[in-house]
């Protein structure tokens, strides 16, 4: 069972209509605004899986099952959920306690496909997450730091502060979005292996 008064993290697929991005990217805003309004909401943010894609995935938080309880429940989400049925469907939604074990120790995952739920192992072990990590960053890193000391002059002379500090900021979504993910899916079978 989750740990009482852990840290709930959900996240939600959901498809698109193609003809309507623009509504339906007011109508995530909206219900990230609506979400900030509630006590215990601790951070939310949205991503579509590319250019071309019908698929976003959306993301948040509460510090507890009872602050997660009081928005799934509230006016304001069944009138945000219902505003957008014409052009938006839900197709997958996991709930979690820690955020895919990346920042604390997870102690379930439920993941709901259709109405059928069934508890799922939540996250592999933390050398492995190490490992799928470093296999992103690395690389990256390595490119980044090539290119920019080719493109920019005077880049080996800025303070060791400052070029970390512009690394970092350049870095860390291009991790966070494109390369951990596609490690990890590369990575799946490894990272969590099927139980037969």
Request: hydrophobic share 45%; with cysteine.
């Amino acid at each position: 069972m989750p740990v009482e008064n852990a840290p709930i993290t959900i996240s939600i697929e959901r498809t698109v209509d193609p003809a309507r991005i623009a509504q339906a990217t007011a109508w995530m805003q909206t219900g990230i605004n609506l979400a900030t309004t509630y006590p215990g909401f601790l951070g939310s943010g949205w991503v579509r899986a590319g250019t071309e894609s019908t698929t976003w995935h959306m993301l948040y938080r509460f510090a507890d099952d009872a602050a997660l309880l009081h928005w799934e429940q509230s006016p304001e989400r069944a009138w945000w959920l219902q505003s957008g049925s014409a052009f938006m469907s839900q197709h997958r939604s996991e709930r979690r306690t820690g955020i895919e074990g990346w920042f604390d120790e997870p102690t379930e995952v439920t993941v709901e496909h259709a109405g059928a739920s069934s508890a799922v192992s939540a996250a592999p072990p933390r050398w492995k997450q190490a490992i799928t990590i470093w296999l992103g960053f690395f690389p990256l890193n390595l490119a980044f730091t090539y290119i920019v000391t080719l493109l920019v002059p005077g880049w080996d002379t800025l303070p060791i502060i400052t070029r970390v500090l512009l690394t970092t900021l350049c870095l860390t979504p291009v991790m966070t979005y494109v390369l951990l993910p596609g490690v990890t899916r590369m990575l799946r079978r490894w990272l969590v292996p099927t139980r037969g």
